[in-house]
C-alpha cells in the first residue's frame, strides 16, 4: 500500500488528538473520556464499538465481522503517569514533533501503535479485504491488568477469534521484532513474622530470625544454580529445529547490552548461550527481600518480620499454579513456618512460526520493512498472552507491529517515536492483513 | 553500712544536678561540660581526677592510689537521645520522684549506677579501707564505644589493675544480677552490587541476582541450625562443674519471657534448655538483609544490590579474628563475588565463681540484699569488657551492681528507678569494698 497525503493527515490528526487524553490508571483520570473517545473513533471509521464495563476500567470493544477468520487485536488506552514532569523537555501531553521525533507520554507504549494497527485495518477495510477483527482496548494495563482475566472470563463470546496479536513489537535499528509467544510468570511473596517488635540479638540462641527462615525457604527451592521445586522443569516443551535456528539468528552485542542495563557483567559468554538462556531459560528471581536494619554500622537485632518477593519466569509449557503448589509441598516438607502468597500467575505462550499467522506476520514485514524482521520464539518477559490462548483457546497468538525503538524511553520522561515508524507500522498492519486474508 | 541522712541528701543532690546534664552523646551535646563535671565532682570527694582526650569524645579519669591492689570501674557519662519526647510523662532532663520512683533519662542506665558506686567508694574512703581505684568514664558508650580500643591501647599506665567492674547490673524483682563475664560479638556486613541500576527481570537469565548470590554465602556459613565457618566450634572452653551449677539455679519463666519480648514462640522448651542456650551457645543472627523491592504488590526488577548485616555472638574462648579470617576463607571457598566488612568484634570473657572479685561481690550482695543474687556466668549480650582483659590482662571482670530493674525502660521514654535500689547500690559497692580488701 502506499499512503495517500489525506490518510497520513488524517491519522497524524487522530494521533495527536489521542495522545493529549491524559489517561493515567495509576491516577484514574479521563480514564471514562479517553474510552468514549476511543468508541467514537472506531464508529467514526465505520467499525461498530461498544464500551463495556469490567470489575475495573472499562473496556472498549470494536468490532467488524465477516464470514473470514477472526483476528484479536489486543491494545490498551491508559498511559504511565507522566512523573518525573520536570525532567521532560516537552509538556507529556501536548505531542510536538522535533526533527523527525514526535515527543509524548504513551505514544511509543502503546498509543502510537494502537492507533497505527487501527488505520491499516481501516484501509483494508475500504479496499474491501474481507477482514473480520475484534479490537480489545483495555484501560489498566499500566497497573498490571488486575481485571483482565474476569472480563475475559466474562465476554468470551465477544472476544473469541482465530489469532490474537497482543500489544508489542518494537525495532531493533530498523529491523521488526515478532515474537512468536511469552515467558509465564509466577511471582510469590514469602514472610514471616516473630511477633510485635525487634528483640535484642543476645536473645538470639532462644528466639528465631525470620530472615534466616526465608533464606531457608528460598534455598529449599533454588540453589543459585538449579530450581529444586519438585517438577520444576518436567513440562518444558522441547524447542524444534525451527525454534533453534530462529535463537541462533537473534543478533546479540554483548558489550552494548551491558552498556544498557549498566551491569558490568553477564551470567553468558557468547552470543548463542546468550540468546538460547534468554528465550528459554525458566527463571527464579529474588525481586526483593527486607528485614531489620540495612542502614550504615551495625544494629543487633532480631528483626521481627522478614519478607522475600520472588518472580519465576516460566517457559512452554510450565503452570504456575501447578507450580505453585509444589512450592506448597516442598516448603511445608521443610516445615517452613511464614506465609506464602501468589501475588500473580501468567502462562506461558509459543506459537509455531509455521502457522499462519507468523508466516503472514514474517513476509508482511519484509515487503514493509525491506528487511528480515528479529524474530524470538517467545519474549523474555510476560504478557496476559496466555489469558486469551487457555480461556479462549486462541491457538496462534504473536506481539508484533509496534512503533518504538531503541531510543523510545517508554515509561520514562521524553517518550517518543520516528514518525517514519508509524507511518511503517500502518503499512505492516495492511499488507498484513492482505496476506493473511489472502 | 549505714546510710546517714546527711550522705542521702547529698548523694541525691548529686545525682539531680547529673541528671541534668543532656549528655548526648549521638547528638554532640554538653559532653565536654559533663565530662568538667565529673571531673569537679571527683575532685570534690577527695579523689584525684583529670580529663584526658580520646579519639572521640574525652574520657574522665579518677583516682584513688594505695598500696593495694586496684579496682577498675567503667561508666559512661554519655546518654541516649531522649526521643520520642512526647512520650515521657516528665520532663526527661528534670529528675522528678513520682511515689518511690525517679524519672529521668539515664537514670538507670546508667547514671544511677555512677554516683552510687562513687558515693560507696567515696564513703569506704572515709571509712580508711584501703581501697585502689581507677575510674573510667567514657562519653561514647551509647554511639558503640567506637574509640575506647585506641583509648585503653594507649594509655595502658594509667588504667591498668587487677580486677574490673563493668557497668551493668540490674535486679530481677529484688535479686541484684552479676554477671561473671560477656559473650563476644563478631559483626559483619555481606554485599553485592550488579551495576548501577535495577534491571528488569526479564534479564534473569543472564543477569546475577545480588540477592541471591548474598542468601549463597549466608548458606555457606549457616545452614539455620548449625553454624558452618570452618572451626567456628573449636576454642569453646568446657564449662566448669560449678558453671553448670549456677545455670541450673537461673530462674527462667517462659510465658513471662514471651510477654517481655513481644513474641509467639521461643526455640527452647523448658527453663534449664533455654539457660543453657542464652548462657553458652554463640550466634549467627542476621540482624537485617535489604535488596530490592518490598512494598505492597509485585515488581519485576533484578535488584542492583543486597546488603546483609549479621552478628555472632561468641562464648569463651572463641576468638572474633579468627573466626572473621575463616569467614573470609569459606566464602573464598565457595567463589562469594561480592564484599566482606568486619563492623565490630568484641571478645567474649568469663571468670571464675571461685576468684576473689566473684566471691566479694556475690557475698556482699548477699549481705546487703538479704537474697541469693542471680549468678550468670556471662551475660548473653557485649560489652567491651574484652578489651580491658585482653589489652591490660586484667582476669578477673565482672558486670554487678546497678540500680535498674525489670521496669527501668532503659534507652526507652519515662526511664526510671526504684530509689530504694540506688541506695542499695551504694551499700553494695561499700560492702563489696570491704570484702575484696578484707
Not at 464500551?51 to 487485536?73: A, C, E, H, L, M
Not at 547490552?257 to 552470543?271: A, F, P, Q, T
Not at 512452554?316 to 502468597?341: E, M
Not at 496466555?386 to 531510543?407: M, N, P, Q
Request: with cysteine; charged share 25%; hydrophobic share 35%.
Amino acid at each position: 500500500m502506499e499512503i495517500s497525503n489525506d490518510l497520513r493527515d488524517r491519522s497524524l490528526g487522530i494521533l495527536n488528538e489521542f495522545l493529549r487524553l491524559e489517561s493515567v490508571s495509576a491516577g484514574n483520570s479521563c480514564i471514562n473520556e479517553t474510552a468514549s473517545y476511543l468508541k467514537d473513533l472506531l464508529n467514526d471509521l465505520g467499525i461498530n464499538s461498544e464500551i463495556r464495563r469490567s470489575t475495573g476500567n472499562p473496556v472498549v470493544i470494536g468490532r467488524i465481522d465477516s464470514r473470514s477468520r477472526r483476528i484479536i487485536i489486543y491494545n490498551h488506552y491508559d498511559v504511565q503517569p507522566a512523573d518525573p514532569l520536570d525532567e521532560w523537555k516537552t509538556d507529556p501531553f501536548n505531542p510536538m514533533m522535533i526533527g523527525k521525533r514526535l515527543y509524548a507520554r504513551d505514544v511509543s507504549d502503546n498509543k502510537g501503535t494502537l492507533i497505527a494497527r487501527l488505520i491499516g485495518i481501516y484501509q483494508a477495510l475500504k479496499d474491501k479485504i474481507p477482514v473480520s477483527t475484534t479490537f480489545l482496548y483495555e484501560g489498566e494495563e499500566e497497573i498490571g491488568s488486575p481485571n483482565l482475566e474476569n472480563f475475559i472470563k466474562s465476554n468470551k463470546n465477544i472476544i473469541n477469534g482465530d489469532s490474537l496479536i497482543m500489544e508489542g513489537g518494537t525495532l531493533m535499528g530498523s529491523r521488526p521484532v515478532i515474537s512468536l509467544g511469552v515467558k509465564g510468570l509466577l511471582y510469590i511473596e514469602l514472610s514471616y513474622e516473630i511477633g510485635s517488635s525487634d528483640v535484642h540479638s543476645s536473645m538470639a540462641p532462644v528466639v528465631e530470625n525470620p530472615a534466616m527462615e526465608i533464606i531457608k525457604a528460598i534455598s529449599a527451592l533454588s540453589d543459585g544454580t538449579d530450581i529444586t521445586i519438585p517438577g520444576f522443569y518436567k513440562d518444558i516443551r522441547n524447542l524444534t529445529e525451527d525454534e533453534i535456528n530462529i535463537i541462533k539468528e537473534y543478533p546479540v552485542d554483548m558489550e552494548n547490552i551491558k552498556r544498557s542495563l549498566g551491569v558490568d557483567n553477564l551470567k553468558k559468554e557468547g552470543s548463542y548461550e546468550y540468546a538460547m538462556s534468554l528465550f528459554t531459560e525458566p527463571t527464579f528471581n529474588i525481586d526483593g527481600f527486607s528485614s531489620g536494619y540495612s542502614s550504615k554500622g551495625s544494629k543487633t537485632i532480631i528483626p521481627k518480620r522478614a519478607v522475600a518477593k520472588i518472580d519465576m519466569g516460566l517457559v512452554p509449557d510450565q503452570d504456575p499454579n501447578s507450580i505453585y503448589r509444589n512450592i506448597l509441598y516442598k516448603l511445608d516438607s521443610v516445615h517452613f513456618k511464614g506465609t506464602v502468597k501468589m501475588l500473580g500467575a501468567e502462562y506461558p505462550v509459543r506459537t509455531s512460526p509455521d502457522g499462519d499467522l507468523s508466516r503472514a506476520m514474517i513476509e508482511s514485514a519484509e515487503t514493509v520493512y525491506k528487511i528480515r524482521p528479529v524474530i524470538i520464539i517467545n519474549s523474555p518477559g510476560t504478557q496476559p498472552m496466555g489469558l486469551f490462548t487457555r480461556y479462549l483457546k486462541i491457538k496462534d497468538a504473536v506481539s508484533a507491529i509496534g512503533v518504538g525503538d531503541e531510543h523510545s524511553r517508554a515509561h520514562a520522561p521524553n517518550e517518543s517515536i520516528d514518525i517514519d515508524n508509524f507511518f511503517l507500522a500502518i503499512k505492516h498492519t495492511y499488507e498484513f492483513i492482505k496476506m493473511y486474508y489472502h
